[in-house]
């Protein structure tokens, strides 16, 4: 069986205003994500895979980067060519200082 290649990015190359695709667990996303995000958890993917644009560039996030590299190897898989992979997911976005918001009252978190 074919694996492609994941192309991969830091969070710094990351564009602020990016379909980013994050497809961590509903508690990780409501604890905390990058505003503007696509919340979309991995398990979900192949039943909605319709919800991820196949024209725009797609960065797929996850808590440190392996589930969002799967993901990315399904949709490059699946004729989504424009699909990269974000570094270190989160936790790098967390510590590159990037905005960060929850759905609840407390303050945004990575867990």
Request: aromatic share 6%; net charge negative.
């Amino acid at each position: 069986m074919f694996a492609p290649e994941v192309p991969t990015v830091s969070t710094a190359d990351v564009p602020a205003d990016a379909y980013l695709l994050d497809v961590r667990e509903p508690d990780e996303w409501a604890a905390g994500h990058a505003p503007g995000a696509h919340h979309l958890p991995m398990q979900d993917v192949p039943a909605r895979l319709g919800e991820v644009p196949m024209d725009d560039d797609v960065y797929v996030i996850c808590r440190s980067g392996g589930r969002s590299a799967q993901v990315t190897a399904y949709l490059l898989g699946n004729g989504f060519d424009q699909v990269r992979n974000v570094d270190g997911g989160m936790r790098a976005w967390a510590a590159a200082d990037r905005a960060l918001e929850s759905t609840g009252e407390d303050a945004p978190r990575i867990i």
